[in-house]
T-cell receptor, first 115, second 110 residues
Framework: DTGVSQDPRHKITKRGQNVTFRCDPI?????LYWYRQTLGQGPEFLTYFQNEAQLEKSRLLSDRFSAERPKGSFSTLEIQRTEQGDSAMYLC?????????????FGNGTRLTVT | QQPVQSPQAVILREGEDAVINCSSS?????VHWYRQKHGEAPIFLMI?????EQKGHDKISASFNEKKQQSSLYLTASQLSYSGTYFCGTEYGTASKLTFGTGTRLQVTL
């Protein structure tokens, strides 16, 4: 169990640029989640996958956000035309099964700063 | 809909006990509890399922009141290492996403 890995750890970008983050879940985990967290707040749900299928995407998420999980392994989260309000910690988590039976294992996150 | 936690913050002396509450406006299927230290990822503590099944650690326990749609986390004989922000995560049906609460900041002092 090598844990959930996220890359990069930090990203500074200028407003209007596109950014892409990668998450490598624990290998036998079927579920993969993306959350966003700002200072002093709880993780805010963005989207999640069961294997390669994207099961739900937050209604709060604009069309600028897209996520993929090809072949049910690693996942990428892309933000197009970044805005200053996108600055946050982006957390990836994985679980073996549905949340009711399996804890979420979080990665260390990617901190995005939009200038 | 985001569950509400109380208190927002609590300061304890080492060895004291604490209770953190998590309330939902919707019927709960399961509740998770996580602890997050500053600059680190949230770490799993326990899951409580509708029907009463419980998992967890030794000095940390929790209850799940289905009728009141709330869960409480009990920290006994707190240690300095218990300091951090505690989040509950709620699930409203089988195979659904986890929605995290507003958080409770806990500080344990000597």
């Amino acid at each position: 169990d090598t844990g959930v890995s996220q890359d990069p750890r930090h990203k500074i970008t200028k407003r209007g640029q596109n950014v892409t983050f990668r998450c490598d879940p624990i290998s036998e985990h079927n579920r993969l989640y993306w959350y966003r967290q700002t200072l002093g707040q709880g993780p805010e749900f963005l989207t999640y996958f069961q294997n390669e299928a994207q099961l739900e995407k937050s209604r709060l998420l604009s069309d600028r956000f897209s996520a993929e999980r090809p072949k049910g392994s690693f996942s990428t989260l892309e933000i197009q035309r970044t805005e200053q309000g996108d600055s946050a910690m982006y957390l990836c988590a994985s679980s073996r099964n549905v949340a009711a039976n399996s804890p979420l294992h979080f990665g260390n996150g990617t901190r995005l700063t939009v200038t | 809909q985001q569950p509400v936690q109380s208190p927002q913050a609590v300061i304890l002396r080492e060895g004291e006990d604490a209770v953190i509450n998590c309330s939902s406006s919707k019927a709960l299927y399961s509740v998770h509890w996580y602890r997050q230290k500053h600059g680190e990822a949230p770490i799993f503590l326990m899951i409580l399922l509708k029907g009463g099944e419980q998992k967890g650690h030794d000095k940390i326990s929790a209850s799940f009141n289905e009728k009141k749609q709330q869960s409480s986390l009990y920290l006994t004989a707190s240690q300095l290492s218990y300091s951090g922000t505690y989040f509950c995560g709620t699930e409203y049906g089988t195979a659904s996403k986890l929605t995290f609460g507003t958080g409770t900041r806990l500080q344990v002092t000597l």
